[in-house]
């Protein structure tokens, strides 16, 4: 049962133009949501984060978007470029058992194409 | 500041084999994560530490074990493994009680023949 999807496993884009990653969720009591930015034979890196409570959030060239209603959150990157090329993971986390657990996708690989 | 560090980097086990993953932080933080990343899985979490003293089963515990006897340290042991245990093996900290990011290290390539 997986509670968090990403279900395009890849993604191309040319340079300069708009990458949106896209994520679902189906556990209502998630309230906060993160996107992490992996290179090979590197950690996941921190990008941007939104709570529940907004529905926008933006850091640069990146803003995410919540739609809570449909438990959807996207990841807009604008304008791509080259060094955005790595595999993207949407998290969500929620109280449980006395701390918060996150719950990861199984990542959308990014291709920006110079 | 070095951040999350895992050693080793790599390592091969033959099937039966024992090893412990070592994993060291430096930002003082109270929670620690291991999880495992494999090919269309995402990252999954083997178990948890909410402080020094204390750890907790994850959604894929069996076959693992974990202490966290220093705040600073986070240990995953294999007491006898198996080829299903090939992965690749994060472990992540973070800050405080409330909603924060998980900060990786840069993992541990484990191979069991």
């Known amino acids: 049962d997986q509670q968090v999807k990403q279900n395009s496993p890849s993604l191309s884009v040319q340079e300069g133009r708009i990458s949106i990653l896209n994520c679902d969720y189906t556990n209502s009591m998630f309230d906060y949501f993160l996107w992490y930015k992996k290179y090979p034979a590197e950690g996941p890196t921190f990008l941007i984060s939104?709570?529940?409570?907004?529905d926008k959030n933006e850091d640069g060239r990146f803003t995410v978007f919540l739609n809570k209603s449909a438990k959807h959150l996207s990841l807009h990157i604008v304008p791509s470029q080259p060094g955005d090329s790595a595999v993207y993971f949407c998290?969500?986390?929620?109280?449980?058992?006395?701390?918060?657990?996150?719950?990861f996708g199984t990542g959308t690989r990014l291709k920006v194409l110079a | 500041n070095a951040g999350v560090t895992q050693t080793p980097k790599f390592r091969v086990l033959k099937t039966g084999q024992s090893m412990t993953l070592l994993c060291a932080q430096d930002?003082?933080?109270?929670?620690m994560y291991w999880y495992r990343q494999d090919p269309g899985m995402g990252l999954r979490l083997i178990h948890y530490?909410?402080?020094?003293?204390?750890?907790a089963k994850g959604e894929v515990p069996d076959g693992y074990n974990v202490s966290r006897l220093k705040k600073q340290n986070f240990l995953l042991g294999l007491e006898s493994a198996a080829p299903s245990q090939t992965s690749v093996y994060f472990c992540?900290?973070?800050?405080?009680?409330?909603?924060?990011?998980?900060?990786f290290g840069n993992g541990t390539r484990l191979t069991v023949t």
């Open positions: 530490s909410v402080g020094e003293g204390t750890t």
């Open positions: 998290a969500a986390s929620s109280f449980f058992s006395g701390t918060y657990k996150y719950i």
């Open positions: 930002m003082n933080h109270e929670y």
């Open positions: 992540a900290s973070r800050r405080d009680r409330g909603n924060s990011p998980l900060h």
């Open positions: 939104i709570s529940s409570i907004k």
